[in-house]
T-cell receptor, first 114, second 115 residues
């Protein structure tokens, strides 16, 4: 069935270092979404990628969607303590009865020390 | 405007009791989703509604779990004869559209503990 795998599970960086999390799907995705969950908080939508090879930027965050639409990445340049949290990717079900559901990855928990 | 709200925020119940978890989506949002999230994991899909129609309930773990959204707004997730393994954070999310190219807005969750 549909699976969305995310690596690494944990990442500890010093403030100012870069950070990247990777997401891989077992099937081709129509789109992929990224969410951030702060400690003790709830997931908050960051961005959606739809097109093959798409790259989108939000300030220090760069999101990419693979050419085959099976993988995606989130890169943060020069991390800050405000970037702390867990980053999830999520992809929709392929077809039929699973079309309406989102499959979330396990998330990458980012810790930033000053 | 107001975001997604859920109540209660915390629920402690004894094994065997029934519980009802409520979700109040963002006004005007047509789709509503229920998830369960274990510590250190991503949200796990349970079920979702477009308006009042339940579209997919195949994520519900077993027949003790049910959900309804009778008027296409507020939704209730009911767990009958609770078991300790049901302890988790239950999250609700709403979306302005019916297609999955719309972002989902999550509520604060209900932390359920079954003793």
């Amino acid at each position: 069935g549909q699976q969305v795998m995310q690596i690494p599970q944990y990442q500890h960086v010093q403030e100012g270092e870069d950070f990247t999390t990777y997401c891989n799907s077992s099937t081709t995705l129509s789109n992929i979404q990224w969410y951030k969950q702060r400690p003790g908080g709830h997931p908050v939508f960051l961005i959606q990628l739809v097109k093959s090879g798409e790259v989108k930027k939000q300030k220090r965050l760069t999101f990419q969607f693979g050419e085959a639409k099976k993988n995606s990445s989130l890169h943060i340049t020069a991390t800050q303590t405000t970037d702390v949290g867990t980053y999830f990717c999520a992809g929709p079900g392929g077809r039929g009865s699973t079309l309406g559901r989102l499959y979330f990855g396990r998330g990458t928990q980012l810790t930033v020390w000053p | 405007g107001a975001g997604v709200s859920q109540s209660p925020r915390y629920k402690v119940t004894k094994r065997g009791q029934d519980v009802a978890l409520r979700c109040d989506p963002i006004s005007g949002h047509v789709s509503l989703y229920w998830y369960r999230q274990a510590l250190g994991q991503g949200p796990e899909f349970l079920t979702y509604f477009n308006y009042e129609a339940q579209q997919d309930k195949s994520g519900l773990p077993n027949d003790r779990f049910s959900a309804e959204r009778p008027e296409g707004s507020i939704s209730t997730l009911t767990i009958q004869r609770t078991e300790q393994r049901d302890s988790a954070m239950y999250r609700c999310a709403s979306s302005p559209g019916t297609a999955l190219n719309y972002e989902q807005y999550f509520g604060p969750g209900t932390r359920l503990t079954v003793t």
